[in-house]
């Protein structure tokens, strides 16, 4: 009988034994064997898996052999289906113990038919009914109590776990272990849909003195990740991390992918911060898919550092690349643009032979592109129409989108036919991108002819409609722009930023006012937000238009009615359009407004845009103030001890010094101004701020008249480097401000006027800024026609005055 479940025959034995001896037993007279005899064969048929059989054994034992079936075979056969995946056998015999023996079966084999509920084919009730009758038989233990809880929280059974916490607190006070916690925890994960009710059942962990463990902290890992909760679920995992507590790496897989859908660099600098964390504390799960998930993280963040350190790790830990790893790789080089290295992964693709297959030819024809390459994207292609690899959609964009960058209209023309012969499927991406071609080749009749291919296969999307645009507003065809973004509306697509800067731009280009302002007011109106970018092509706008005192009421606008905090390229492009409209008075107040905005708004160009501005128009004294004030130390860097002083380029300086010399003798004021020049260069040497090649120069370009200072050395030593650094024929000190900061309140006539912001204001005496109505939206009233379509007829809220209608 030890033999008989070996094999096929020995099983066939058995059941046939079975039925032999179940037939003498029921004959009359009937045959009986010993009592042993029975309970072996029914061993052999429940490892057999002959239920049936056995069941037909228990039953005439029961009926006619004297003792009956003991609780030792029930046992057996309820273990026997459990191990043969056939729960409802198991619950048949579990039925027929408590008919037969009126008693519950063993610990051992209720605790094993009580795992197999969890298939719902058992169902709660069974659950319940088999706790009740442990309870009775006094079987009902701690672990007991928490197997029944881990299966009741499985099914969901919220309402019966609470219930069963409850009796265990009854039965063991004071022992409420933290499989039985898990358990409210899990029914939370399973049958809640909101993360706050997982986060309660978590907390109500530690509210019983029960630390939460790894299972805690994973399911709570889990629901965070499950509902879209990745804010929380990074939580989660910093605290894991720093608690020492085992992380699920299938969670922190999934948890590391999320970060595609996110474009915030914080959230990915963070999760990547924590992965990398989490492959140095458990190394083991470190496997290729999320080294993989990492890399292509480093690649989105545009963070090389990091991406090499990865490779690093992964060769550290013997993790072997896979197509996806130089895939990512070859496309990470690409986006840098470093060709050399795209080469050197493309190489180690070829020769390790792992992950030559399209998608990383695809990969590789778009860093080739990307890195201005497409004469080796061209001999990638060719050697995947040699070894007859599919060439699919993407492959046949990516190439067009090169002839694009060639500015090569006939070449993509040609690649758009040989995509149609090869019967390969044109989707709206080179549809776009044939259009981007024409669009900067400046063909808008091949533009609009692929246009009219494309209705009859694909709709338009917004890409469509916003190449098309910049296309026709870089030709000053705004008309047509104003007619396709009327179009792109009646589709029911949502103009972005993007395509109201090109509308924009359009009007920058040809000079219109107007209709730039209706197509700002308009994407106010849609509530597009608008960017650095849309308000440095308002300056631009406003300039053209000769109204720069608008537009530096705009910028100051920005933060408070808008929402954006002016960039350097705002501040940067006011500037520029004042300097070059001789508009010096407004450059300053600009220049000032950039530095309240925070000393990082402000940079090198700036200052020397306006002093060269002023240099110019022959303002040497108040471009010598500007010079010395991108010197001085702001407020809000008092207490910051690596501050570098904003400084003026070294070319400017020259130029100013150079001038200031020059008219040394042509000026009244000419003698003080040379002086003040010698002092402030008698600054830059102390400070050591401009390097001694540069000092060189500047020294040199104010030799050409000597300082009606007085100097203590010899006449030798005058104007040459000594131990002591430069020594001037002028003063080479000058008082101190309280930032240690020379201070120039002596120079000139009077002094120099300061704002409250320390700022030289040599423009003092005009006063501030004009108040003017507002230049966007307060002369514009309600227009009967369409924003977008300015050339239907004059424009209502205007005025007879182009201008008028905007209260100038």
Known sequence: FCFAPACRKGVEMAERLAHEVCAAGAADPPTLLDRSYYVELGKVCGTAAQFPAAMSICNLMTNSVEGGCPMELFDFLIIAGVDSGEPL?????????????????????????????ETKELGTGFVLMLMEHMRAASTLDI??????????????????????????????????????????????????????????????ISRHGV??????????????????KLTEAWDVLSDMLRKGVRADKFSVSILMKSLHDTHDKRVQRRGIDLVEKFVQVQRQDADEILFNSLLDACVRNK??????????????YDVKPSAVTFGTLVKAYGQLGDYARVEEAWAEMTRTKVGVNPVTYGCMLDACVKCGRLDRALEIFETLKEKKMHRNTVMYSTLIKGWAKARNLQAAMATFEEMKEEKVHCSCVTYNSLIDVAVRCNDMPTASRVLSVM???????????????????????????????????????????????????????????RSGLVVFKDMLDARVAPSNVTFSILVKLYANAGRLDWAAQVVSEMPVKYGVQPSRAVYSCLLKCCVSHNQLPLAIHALQAAQEAGSSVVDQGMFGMVVQGCIAQGFLDEALQLACAGFQRPAD????????????????????????????????????????????????????????????????????????????????????FGDQG???????????????????????????????YGMPDPFAGLGGLPTQPDPLLGGLQTNPLDPFNPFMGPLGGFGGDPLGGFGG
């Open 455 to 513: 209705l009859t296969e694909h709709e338009p999307d917004l890409i469509t409609f916003s190449t098309l645009i910049k296309g026709f507003c870089a030709l000053g065809d705004l008309k047509k722009a104003f007619a396709l973004a009327k179009e792109l509306k009646s589709r029911g697509l949502q103009c972005d930023e993007i395509m109201y800067n090109s509308l924009l731009e359009g009007c920058v280009h040809i000079g219109a006012l």
């Open 143 to 204: 672990e007991a109590y928490c197997s029944v809880l881990q299966v009741l929280a499985g099914l969901g059974a919220a309402k019966h776990v609470t219930e069963v916490i409850t009796r265990m607190k009854q039965d063991f006070p004071g022992q409420v272990p933290i499989e039985a916690l898990n358990a409210t925890l899990k029914v939370a994960v399973t049958t809640s849909s909101r993360f706050a009710d997982v986060e309660r059942a978590f907390r109500e």
């Open 303 to 316: 963070d090389m550092v990091r991406l090499e350190s990865t490779l690093a790790k992964m060769r550290e």
């Open 726 to 756: 430069m020594v001037g024929t002028g003063p080479a000190t000058a008082g101190m401000n309280p930032w240690g900061q020379p201070d120039f309140g002596g120079m000139g006539q009077g002094g120099w006027p300061r704002d409250p």
């Open 211 to 228: 630390e939460p463990d790894a299972q805690s902290y994973n399911a709570l890992l889990d629901a965070a990740v499950r509902q879209r």
């Open 89 to 117: 056998a198991s619950r048949d015999f579990y039925k027929e113990a408590r008919r037969a023996l009126m008693a519950t079966p063993g610990r051992q084999a209720c605790l094993r038919l009580l795992g197999t509920c």
């Open 637 to 720: 860097t008092a207490d910051n001890p690596r501050w570098k002083p904003t400084g003026v380029p070294p070319d400017t300086l020259k130029d100013l010094f150079e001038a200031i010399a020059a008219s040394s003798s042509h000026d009244g004021q000419g003698a003080q101004r040379l002086e003040d020049a010698w002092k402030f260069l008698g600054f830059l040497q102390d400070s050591q701020h401009v390097p001694k090649i540069h000092l060189m120069k500047l020294n040199a370009a104010l030799e050409g008249q000597t300082s009606p200072g007085t100097n203590q050395g010899n006449q030798e030593d005058q104007n040459t």
